[in-house]
């Protein structure tokens, strides 16, 4: 009973808010497994993989995410929980503050959690409807050598063929293992055949993490390092880093003084809506700062060397 009522409480307190934003490009596993090509494989990075894969996470690190003010009260409701966020400590610049990363900027928050995926440059994670974030195969062969990535690959594709030549359906099929799959994954979502999905999914998600121990060492290197570059090399090059986190909890947020000043205008927070912001984060006991963006880049670098 106890755990019963833990977990509504922790279900109440993640849908507190309900503003949460709207994230680009997210598909469910069941989507996201019906693959077309060897491009649109890719690698899980949920937290209790990565550990049997790469050992014990990092805990408590700083990151800080750009987002508006619907993005603040999406992560309100992400505080302690295992849904993931993407963070940055490397190449924050003006226009990201601005103009955002894949959504409209105007507001930083500075985040404490644990790290489970981080990048030394952006590794283009695509979320999860779940709150799981992925790499694309694609995305990795830029990060990896070559050679692994062409053996994680094939790997992955016999894994396909393996689950095909067990299948009844698939032993009396010649079609291609990854265009068989493709169907046979299509079909079971269009029949809304749920079992069959999970059995999918499932393989394809322990059958990746057994390929990833094979090539643990590049794949740290690639997907959990914590060797960055300067942060001027960030700034010259116009790139960031990613970090994924979770369990987080906000440290501080940052309103960018010309956001706040177009409040009421088109495609912009009306004043009553910052207003509850700011009574929200206060009653949260979260410091909120309103400041020009060199400001808020200085107190981004200043909490980072701290750390």
């Given at each position: 009973?106890?755990d019963?009522?833990?977990?509504?409480?922790?279900?109440?307190?993640?849908n507190?808010?309900g503003?949460s934003?709207?994230?680009l490009?997210?598909?469910s596993y069941?989507e996201m497994i019906q693959?077309?090509?060897?491009s649109?494989?890719?690698v899980?990075l949920?937290?209790?993989?990565?550990?049997?894969?790469?050992g014990d996470l990092?805990?408590e690190q700083?990151g800080?995410?750009?987002t508006?003010?619907?993005?603040v009260?999406?992560l309100?409701?992400?505080?302690?929980t295992?849904?993931?966020?993407?963070?940055?400590?490397?190449g924050m610049?003006?226009k990201?503050?601005?103009?955002?990363?894949t959504?409209?900027?105007?507001?930083?928050v500075?985040l404490?959690?644990?790290v489970?995926a981080s990048g030394?440059?952006?590794l283009?994670?695509v979320?999860?409807k779940?709150g799981r974030r992925n790499v694309?195969?694609?995305?990795?062969?830029?990060?990896?050598p070559l050679e692994?990535y062409?053996?994680?690959?094939?790997?992955i594709?016999?894994?396909l063929?393996?689950?095909?030549?067990s299948?009844?359906?698939?032993?009396?099929?010649s079609k291609?293992?990854?265009e068989?799959?493709?169907f046979?994954?299509s079909?079971?979502?269009?029949e809304?055949n749920g079992?069959?999905?999970?059995?999918?999914i499932?393989?394809y998600?322990?059958s990746?993490?057994?390929i990833m121990?094979k090539?643990?060492?590049d794949?740290?290197?690639?997907i959990?390092?914590?060797?960055k570059?300067?942060?001027?090399?960030?700034?010259?090059?116009?790139?960031y880093?990613?970090?994924v986190?979770d369990?987080i909890q906000?440290k501080?947020?940052?309103?960018?003084?010309t956001?706040y000043?177009k409040r009421?205008?088109?495609?912009f927070?009306?004043d009553?809506?910052?207003k509850?912001?700011?009574?929200?984060?206060?009653?949260?006991g979260?410091d909120?700062?309103?400041?020009?963006?060199?400001?808020?880049?200085?107190k981004?670098?200043?909490?980072?060397?701290t750390?």
């Amino acid at each position: 009973m106890k755990d019963l009522i833990e977990s509504w409480r922790a279900y109440l307190e993640e849908n507190k808010y309900g503003k949460s934003q709207k994230v680009l490009n997210r598909e469910s596993y069941s989507e996201m497994i019906q693959f077309r090509k060897p491009s649109e494989l890719f690698v899980p990075l949920g937290a209790k993989m990565m550990q049997r894969v790469f050992g014990d996470l990092e805990q408590e690190q700083i990151g800080f995410h750009i987002t508006n003010l619907n993005g603040v009260y999406g992560l309100l409701d992400l505080r302690g929980t295992t849904k993931q966020v993407s963070a940055m400590t490397r190449g924050m610049n003006k226009k990201f503050i601005q103009q955002g990363i894949t959504q409209k900027g105007g507001v930083v928050v500075e985040l404490e959690g644990r790290v489970v995926a981080s990048g030394g440059k952006d590794l283009f994670s695509v979320p999860e409807k779940g709150g799981r974030r992925n790499v694309m195969l694609k995305m990795l062969r830029t990060m990896i050598p070559l050679e692994t990535y062409q053996s994680l690959r094939d790997d992955i594709e016999t894994a396909l063929q393996n689950y095909k030549s067990s299948d009844p359906q698939g032993q009396q099929s010649s079609k291609d293992p990854m265009e068989w799959w493709y169907f046979r994954a299509s079909d079971a979502k269009r029949e809304k055949n749920g079992a069959r999905l999970k059995e999918m999914i499932t393989f394809y998600l322990d059958s990746v993490e057994k390929i990833m121990l094979k090539y643990v060492d590049d794949l740290r290197d690639a997907i959990l390092t914590d060797i960055k570059s300067s942060p001027t090399n960030y700034e010259r090059m116009g790139i960031y880093d990613e970090n994924v986190m979770d369990k987080i909890q906000i440290k501080k947020v940052y309103l960018l003084n010309t956001y706040y000043k177009k409040r009421g205008m088109d495609g912009f927070p009306t004043d009553e809506e910052f207003k509850k912001l700011i009574s929200d984060l206060d009653k949260e006991g979260i410091d909120l700062y309103s400041a020009k963006v060199g400001e808020i880049l200085d107190k981004v670098a200043a909490s980072l060397q701290t750390k």
